[in-house]
C-alpha cells in the first residue's frame, strides 16, 4: 500500500497540481499587493473611499460587502486574465516552432511512405 501511495504521489499529475497551488498562492498575494496599494488608492481618488462596507448600508442590511467583493473579483480578473496573455504572448513563437517541425515531421512520413510504395510496385 505504501509503495502505491509512493507511486500516487510521483506521477506527474499530481506534481504538477502541488507546483501549480504553490505558484497559484504566491501569485495571489502578488494581485493583493497590486490591489491594495496600486489599484485601490487610484480608486481612492476617484470616488473618495475605497471601503465600500460600512459606506453602502441600507437598514442595517450591508450592501457594500458584496458591492466590494465583486470590485475585489474584477480586479483579480483582469490582473490574472492580463498575466495569461502577456504569458502566452511570449511562449507564442515557441508553439508556432514545434506545430512547424511538426508540419514537416507529416511531409517527410508521406514523402517516406510513397517512396515505400513506389518501390513495392516495380515488377521483380
Given at each position: 500500500?505504501?509503495?502505491?501511495?509512493?507511486?500516487?504521489?510521483?506521477?506527474?499529475?499530481?506534481?504538477?497540481?502541488?507546483?501549480?497551488?504553490?505558484?497559484?498562492?504566491?501569485?495571489?498575494?502578488?494581485?493583493?499587493?497590486?490591489?491594495?496599494?496600486?489599484?485601490?488608492?487610484?480608486?481612492?481618488l476617484?470616488?473618495?473611499?475605497?471601503?465600500?462596507?460600512?459606506?453602502?448600508e441600507?437598514?442595517?442590511?450591508?450592501?457594500?460587502?458584496?458591492?466590494?467583493?465583486?470590485?475585489?473579483?474584477?480586479?483579480?480578473?483582469?490582473?490574472?486574465?492580463?498575466?495569461?496573455?502577456?504569458?502566452?504572448?511570449?511562449?507564442?513563437?515557441?508553439f508556432?516552432e514545434?506545430?512547424?517541425?511538426?508540419?514537416?515531421?507529416?511531409?517527410?512520413?508521406?514523402?517516406?511512405?510513397?517512396?515505400?510504395?513506389?518501390?513495392?510496385?516495380?515488377?521483380?
Open positions: 500500500m505504501w509503495k502505491e501511495f509512493k507511486e500516487f504521489l510521483m506521477q506527474g499529475n499530481v506534481l504538477n497540481l502541488a507546483v501549480a497551488v504553490v505558484i497559484g498562492a504566491a501569485f495571489g498575494k502578488i494581485v493583493t499587493a497590486l490591489v491594495e496599494n496600486i489599484i485601490m488608492p487610484a480608486v481612492a476617484l470616488f473618495g473611499d475605497t471601503d465600500f462596507t460600512s459606506s453602502w441600507y437598514m442595517g442590511i450591508t450592501y457594500g460587502v458584496f458591492i466590494q467583493s465583486i470590485i475585489d473579483f474584477i480586479i483579480v480578473g483582469a490582473a490574472v486574465f492580463l498575466f495569461v496573455k502577456l504569458a502566452n504572448k511570449l511562449t507564442r513563437n515557441r508556432i514545434e506545430d512547424v517541425e511538426d508540419e514537416q515531421l507529416v511531409l517527410l512520413r508521406e514523402i517516406r511512405d510513397a517512396l515505400v510504395e513506389k518501390d513495392n510496385q516495380k515488377p521483380l
